[in-house]
Structures are given as C-alpha cells and as structure tokens.
C-alpha cells in the first residue's frame, strides 16, 4: 500500500493532495454553509478561462489566470440577491456556464485542444513539481493563517447566511470580500495543478460528509481534513496501482466516501427514531 512513496513523483503527487485537500475542504465547510456550491465550480472555470485566454494569446499563462480568477472573487463579493424568485447559485451557475463555453471555445484552438481540455478538468498532480508545491504551500499557507486568526469573523458570516439573514451583509463587507478573495486565490492556484473537477470535489465532498457524520462545527472541520488526506491517499494507490488517472481517481473515492457517510446518516436517523418510538 505504501509502495507508491518509493517514486519520487508520487511523494511530491502525494504532498501537493495533502495541501491542497485540507485548506479545501476547511473552505468548503463554509461554503456549503453558505449554499454557494456552484461558486467554486465558477471561479475554477474563471481560471481555467484565463490559463485557455493566455495560451490563446501566448503570454500571461500564470498572471492572466490569476487576475481572471480575482476579478471573478470581488465581483461574486458584490452578489446579494434581493429578489425572492432568485436565488445566489442561479447567477453563478450562469457565470460557470458562460465561462465554460468560453473556455471550450478557446482551447479548441490551441494545437492540442483535447489533451489541454481534459488538463483543465482534472489536471495533472502526476507531475507536479517541488517548486509548484513550496509556491502552493506558501500561498495556502497565508490564506490558512488569515482564516486562522479570523475564525470566528468568517465563521459568524457564514452563520448569518445558513440562518438566511445573508440581506444583512450589505453591499460590501470586509470580511465577505476577504472570503471570496482567498476562495479565489487558493482555486487558482489548485486548479493549476489538480483541475476544476477534483478541486470541486475536495471544496464539496469532504465538508458534506463531515456534516452528514457530525453537528459540531469543529468536529466536521476535523473529519473534512481526515477525508480529504483518505481521499489523496487511497486515490494516488488507485490510480498507482490499477493505471488509472490520478484526478479521477482521487474524485471516485471521495465519492464513494460520501456514499458512506451518507449511509451513516441514514442509519443514524434510524436508530434515533427507534429509540425515540421505544
């Protein structure tokens, strides 16, 4: 089971998942808090626009996604939907859409257009390299320690929105645009080398299997990191053992994680109504 980690790049494949999944899934808690699951999919799909918009233009393949994806982030801060008939995802599914075409329409273009579309929604972990992992961690590692010394300010936010008094953030909150901001930052550059794909399964899946095991709001934070860390684990072993693609590999198991919590819950809910009956 270990054998993988006598492979250089399966240590460095390893250590970029192991980076990437705990801050994610920590960023997911709140945003399925928030019920604005289609946000990372958007801001992933901003990005992957930008790596398609400079590879078109042939320049700016680091800066323009970057720019992309920020620009993306404030301009969602600023989204508070008034009208009952709407709700926040239907714009940002909109925009995940429009930037979806966009980027399809730009990378049919480039010389290896298939190849570079199944790069955008899966990525490449299977090459990554130290330096992409020390940049990484640097840039996850100041977002980790902002959200860390703000707890409970991001937290209360958060709150406001599952108790459905998001109409009184306003129009411009500091700490709403400090989320959507670091949200932004840590997609860019996790897209880079995971794709849209596994890093809308990392955002997704560990923080509602977390929540479908626990109530506790640091107990679900805790188990989302453990299934993050299980999901780089045993997808990389999947993926090294059976020659499959990594970022699929890593997504079905977190998918089939979720299938078990969501077992869980339901005999859980079970056993709480026997007894309750009893």
Same mark, same amino acid.
């Given at each position: 089971m270990f054998d993988m980690f006598q492979l250089p790049f399966m240590v460095q494949a390893f250590t970029a998942a192991i980076v990437t999944g705990i801050l994610l899934s920590y960023l997911g808690v709140h945003v399925v808090g928030r019920g604005i699951v289609f946000v990372d999919l958007a801001l992933g799909q901003i990005s992957s626009l930008g =790596? !398609?918009?400079?590879?078109?233009?042939?320049?700016?393949? %680091? /800066?323009?996604?970057?720019?992309? %994806?920020? =620009?993306? !982030?404030?301009?969602?801060?600023?989204?508070? #939907?008034?009208? @009952?008939?709407? @709700?926040?995802e239907a714009v940002i599914g909109i925009l995940y859409a429009f930037t979806s075409s966009l980027t399809v329409l730009l990378i049919s273009k480039t010389p290896h257009g298939d190849s570079d579309i199944q790069e955008v929604l899966f990525g490449s972990i299977l090459s990554v390299s130290w330096e992409q992992i020390t940049t990484l961690g640097i840039v996850f590692g100041a977002i980790a320690l902002m959200h860390l010394v703000f707890f409970k300010k991001f937290f209360v936010l958060t709150e406001s929105f599952e108790?459905?008094?998001?109409h009184l953030v306003g129009i411009?909150?500091?700490?709403?645009?400090?989320?959507? #901001? +670091?949200i932004g930052l840590a997609i860019v550059f996790a897209v880079k080398i995971n794709g849209v794909i596994p890093v809308f399964s990392y955002l997704i899946i560990p923080a509602v299997s977390a929540i479908l095991i626990s109530k506790k709001k640091v107990t679900v934070i805790i188990i989302a990191f453990i299934i993050s860390i299980l999901a780089g684990f045993f997808?990389?072993?999947? /993926?090294?053992?059976?020659?499959?693609?990594?970022?699929? +590999?890593?997504? %079905?198991?977190?998918?089939?994680?979720?299938?078990?919590? !969501?077992?869980?819950? =339901?005999?859980?809910? /079970?056993?709480?109504?026997?007894?309750? =009956? !009893?």
């Open positions: =790596v !398609a918009f400079g590879a078109f233009i042939g320049i700016g393949l %680091t /800066s323009i996604p970057l720019i992309f %994806t920020l =620009v993306g !982030a404030l301009l969602m801060s600023f989204i508070n #939907i008034r009208d @009952k008939r709407l @709700k926040q108790n459905g008094e998001n411009f909150n500091i700490w709403n645009f400090l989320f959507y #901001i +670091s997808g990389l072993n999947f /993926s090294f053992h059976y020659d499959f693609p990594a970022g699929s +590999s890593i997504v %079905t198991v977190l998918g089939i994680i979720f299938i078990i919590a !969501a077992i869980y819950n =339901v005999i859980k809910g /079970s056993i709480k109504k026997v007894k309750q =009956v !009893a």
